[in-house]
């Protein structure tokens, strides 16, 4: 049996005592990866509904001690499982919410597969964004977008190899090495893989790259952009940066100015 402080959960939002599914997130790509899956499994009903936790990174909230007990690391995604007739459990880190979601909810392999083999090529590429495009474009975003100064070599260490990593995705998805195009990553449907990469993928702009130079990868990333459930999940918590940016030329800026400073801040504190 697992332990964690559930007596700080009570100095949290209300919304920690849900029975059911809590996800406390924000809008990140990260934030958006169990809300796309969440949102599938609403609406083949494989689960009824789930409650949401906006979480500030203004605030610190992430760092608050109820937030922590779930979460140790004091980042989002994290989720809580306020199961019926069990004890409530904890899972951190977007892509084991995604695998704990697939394995308690979608019992009949909607979103994952059934074959071994498949499942493990599904979760091959899943550890291929969570070690590869998130941490090199997170760094290229940092680089480009938040640092007080303009330092090229960090630009371009982390835009040239976030470019080399979906170049990795155009050569899987255009059949260029195995000679077989696909739609999707994995098996033929659209997965765990495909919800865990596209977030990501979807936000190339923020890090200064075009992906328009990945036409194949572009299309994929469409398909999932038109799916209802996707169209959902990026208003979890809030309407997604990338619409609203869309919507408002200006915000870009307010949002790099702000997000400069609370990471700025969130150094200064570490020292």
């Known amino acids: 049996m697992t332990t964690f402080n559930r007596a700080a959960l009570d100095k949290g939002p209300k919304e920690l005592q849900n029975k059911g599914l809590v996800l406390l997130t924000a809008q990140t790509p990260n934030g958006n990866k169990p809300a ?23 605030d610190n909230e992430q760092k608050s001690e109820w937030f922590e007990a779930v979460n140790p690391n004091g980042r989002i995604p994290a989720l809580l499982d306020n199961r019926e007739g069990k004890e409530p459990l904890r899972v951190f880190e977007s892509a084991a919410i995604l695998m704990y979601l697939a ?29 590869g495009v998130g941490p090199m474009q997170g760094q290229a975003n940092h680089f480009f977008r938040y640092a007080p100064e303009k330092i090229p070599y960090g630009i371009e260490r982390y835009q040239n190899e976030t470019k ?25 449907k659209y997965s765990l893989a495909d919800m865990a990469t596209e977030p990501w993928i979807r936000s190339a702009n923020w890090a200064g790259l075009d992906i328009n130079e990945f036409p194949a990868l572009k299309d994929w990333m469409q398909r999932i952009e038109d799916r209802p459930a ?19 030329p200006d915000l870009e800026k307010k949002v790099m100015a702000e997000s400069s400073a609370w990471i700025m801040k969130g150094n200064q504190q570490k020292k």
Do not use: N
Request: net charge negative; hydrophobic share 35%; charged share 30%.
């Open 103 to 131: 394995k308690a909810y979608d019992t009949d392999f909607r979103f994952h597969f059934k074959d071994d083999d498949l499942e493990t090529e599904m979760i091959s590429w899943i550890f291929f964004i969570q070690g």
């Open 164 to 188: 080399r990593l979906y170049g990795v995705y155009e050569d899987h998805l255009t059949g260029k090495k195995d000679g077989e195009k696909k739609e999707w990553l994995v098996g033929g």
């Open 36 to 58: 796309y899956l969440l949102e599938e499994l609403k609406a083949v009903g494989a689960i009824s509904g789930y409650s949401f936790i906006p979480t500030s990174f203004k």
């Open 230 to 248: 996707t169209i959902a999940a990026l208003k979890i918590p809030e309407q997604d940066m990338r619409t609203r940016m869309k919507q408002d």
